[in-house]
């Protein structure tokens, strides 16, 4: 817990603030609650699953992935990346993603910062030996990304239902992103990404992406505005997408891209003139073009950034299918509310799914089913009363 403390002043101090409003705390519910799946973990901060595979596959900060298979976890890491990492702060490993055809290929793709801070994104492939380990022989360069700063790396990545690679970065960090990235179009930092890697070396671009042929344009952006993207999900049952992105002093905010309205293509969710529904650097922000958050919340309780989660589509809890999840890093907490006609509705604030201290992550595995990580090291799965 001692590195979670450090890890939360860190955030606290590099601006990356946000927190409950104490006056609209959503209505308590306790019929859900959690099964503790592994423990003694390194700071654990994703956990996922490949398609139709049994297994899970947990991210340690420092720079291993861990297997917890047949109930137990695993002594010997699937991958471990520690001599390559750079780990102060916000910086390690910090994203996993498998291939929609892994089981075939074996192919998965990481996102970690390197021992000069800056993000790099890396295909590699498990071993054709023994399922449990990866083959450090296969790595491939993706994508290198140069962070002029330590903080705001975002760091997740994720495969859409389109079968593209979506890639989340923050502004570069610093505080009240000081180069523009987040408004800017001709970098890739401050962003969500959308690549082909099926598609050419070392990756193709969508030729559908919305800044394809436009001059001064990275035509590898799928949306922008953002300041620290952490965690993105796409509902299986819809393809909307849902992404949490953290504040700086004063908002935490939680967007929804519907699949309907094409998936976040082209938006701009509007850092840094606004964070979450309120203008940032001036009191009467210029709000045209913008897309503005379904949910955001202030300043108070100890929270400090929200963590963003997913729709719960599994089949152990049918009462709570539909219904989106986040937490907040710093005060513990965990919440939810259910996307409707554009709106977020049933907000509900769930005591009985907090782990205890700082909450990094969520994870869902291959059937639909939702886990909560603690820093501390533990990881639980939602289960029914």
């Known amino acids: 817990m001692q590195r979670a403390a450090i890890l939360a002043a860190t955030l606290a101090q590099l601006g990356c603030g946000g927190g409950t409003n104490g006056t609209n705390i959503p209505p308590t519910d306790s019929s859900v609650r959690l099964e503790l799946v592994a423990e003694g973990l390194d700071f654990p901060l994703y956990l996922t699953s490949p398609p139709d595979d049994p297994r899970l596959f947990i991210v340690e900060k420092d720079g291993r992935i861990r297997i917890v298979k047949d109930g137990a976890l695993l002594p010997t890491p699937f991958l471990d990346v520690t001599s390559l990492t750079s780990k102060g702060g916000e910086q390690g490993l910090l994203g996993l993603a498998f291939h929609p055809q892994y089981a075939a290929n074996g192919r998965f793709f990481i996102n970690y910062t390197d021992a000069a801070g800056h993000t790099r994104i890396v295909e590699l492939r498990a071993s054709a030996a023994n399922p449990d380990s990866a083959d450090p022989a296969s790595a491939r360069p993706l994508l290198l990304v140069e962070q002029p700063y330590s903080n705001h790396n975002g760091g997740h ?104 309205a094409g998936r976040g293509r082209g938006l701009n969710y509007g850092w840094n003139r606004m964070e979450g529904l309120a203008c940032f650097a001036t009191p009467d922000c210029d709000r045209t073009g913008l897309t503005l958050p379904v949910h955001d919340y202030g300043h108070d309780a100890g929270a400090c950034s929200v963590v963003g989660g997913y ?54 595995d291959a059937r639909g089913e939702l886990y909560v990580l603690s820093a501390g090291g533990e990881v639980y799965r939602f289960v029914a009363p």
């Open 311 to 364: 729709v719960y589509r599994g089949e152990a809890i049918p009462e709570i299918r539909g219904t989106y999840f986040y937490a907040d890093f710093c005060a513990g907490w965990v919440r939810s509310f259910r996307y409707s006609d554009g709106r977020a509705i049933d907000h509900r604030d769930w005591p009985s799914l907090a782990p205890g201290g700082n909450v990094p992550s969520f994870g869902e």
């Open 157 to 260: 990545l994720a495969f859409g239902p389109d079968g593209y690679l979506y890639v989340a970065l923050g502004d570069g960090g610093s505080g009240g992103d000081p180069h523009g990235y987040g408004q800017g179009l001709g970098e890739l930092l401050g962003s969500l990404l959308r690549l082909d890697v099926d598609g050419g070396q070392p990756y193709g671009i969508p030729a559908d992406n919305p800044w394809v042929g436009v001059a001064g344009a990275r035509p590898e952006l799928w949306d922008h505005g953002l300041r620290n993207p952490w965690r993105f999900s796409f509902d299986r049952a819809t393809g909307d997408l849902y992404l949490g992105d953290v504040g700086q002093n004063a908002r935490e905010e939680v967007n929804v891209a519907p699949a309907a």
